[in-house]
């Protein structure tokens, strides 16, 4: 299974340089990433991520903290576009399960995309309650698990196991810290992995050799050190 690569972004000159990439199949982002991309309006900033892309899978999350906050946005956002998946937090900041609001927006066949998602007990906890006819995103993840000294592999191997018999749920690997991370979410069956842009530029130079490794790493030493006018007397 070929594991398929989500740019994690909200700056929109990136958005179109990266959304004619064919190594790109779809688009995530979220409300820190909006933030930093200087986003005032959110509705009409998202709009204008949708004008760009047309025909990829975009993934817009709400804000809200309470069940008639997010019920109300999920239902807006998935509005705006065929191609949204509308992103929903397994918990509130209170850490309450989302579960009541999942499962009615997913008996809505709204597309989902359930983030902040870190364990197998959440995963099996989203597939009892969603609609096995329509499309849910799980993701889960990973660097953010892994900075914090946790080996998140163990909970993707027992997601995508109980995931597999179902069509309409795709796992996704977040938090990307690393271009080997997306070796490591193929190997694992991941059906997604969502990745900053820079990290996407690397995985596209994938192939060099240990000689030509070894000589960029030397010839950068060596640029360094005479940019600086290093001597040894």
């Known amino acids: 299974m070929k594991t398929k690569i989500y740019c994690d972004i909200a700056d929109l000159k990136l958005i179109k340089k990266f959304n004619k990439k064919k ?12 933030r930093k ?38 239902i807006e956002i998935n509005k705006w576009s ?7 937090p397994v918990t509130n900041s209170k850490g309450k399960f989302m ?9 809505k066949k709204i597309k989902l995309n359930i983030t902040a ?25 990973a660097g953010r698990a892994a900075d914090t000294g946790i080996d998140p592999v ?28 997306y070796l490591q979410a193929k190997q694992l069956g991941c059906h997604i992995i969502t990745v900053p842009p820079a990290i996407i530029e690397q995985i596209e130079k994938f192939g060099k050799n240990y000689k030509t490794l070894t000589k960029e790493t030397v010839k ?11 001597r040894i007397n």
């Open 37 to 74: 991309a200087g986003a005032k309006d959110y509705a009409s900033y998202s709009k204008k991520i949708l004008k760009i892309c047309l025909k990829k899978p975009v993934s817009l999350e709400v804000f809200g903290d309470d069940y008639f906050e997010m019920k109300r946005q999920a």
């Open 220 to 230: 950068g030493f060596l640029k360094d050190s005479k940019k600086s006018k290093f």
């Open 99 to 107: 579960g009541k609001i999942i499962k009615e927006l997913s008996n």
């Open 23 to 34: 190594i790109v199949k779809g688009f995530t982002t979220n409300p820190s990433l909006m």
């Open 82 to 88: 065929k191609n949204v998946f509308v992103k929903v």
């Open 154 to 181: 163990p909970e993707f191997v027992k997601s995508i196991k109980l995931s597999r018999k179902l069509n309409n749920v795709e796992i996704l690997w977040a938090s990307v810290r690393e271009p080997y991370n």
């Open 117 to 141: 998602v870190y364990s197998y007990a959440q995963t099996k906890k989203i597939l009892k309650i969603i609609n096995k006819k329509s499309k849910v995103i799980i993701s889960i993840f």
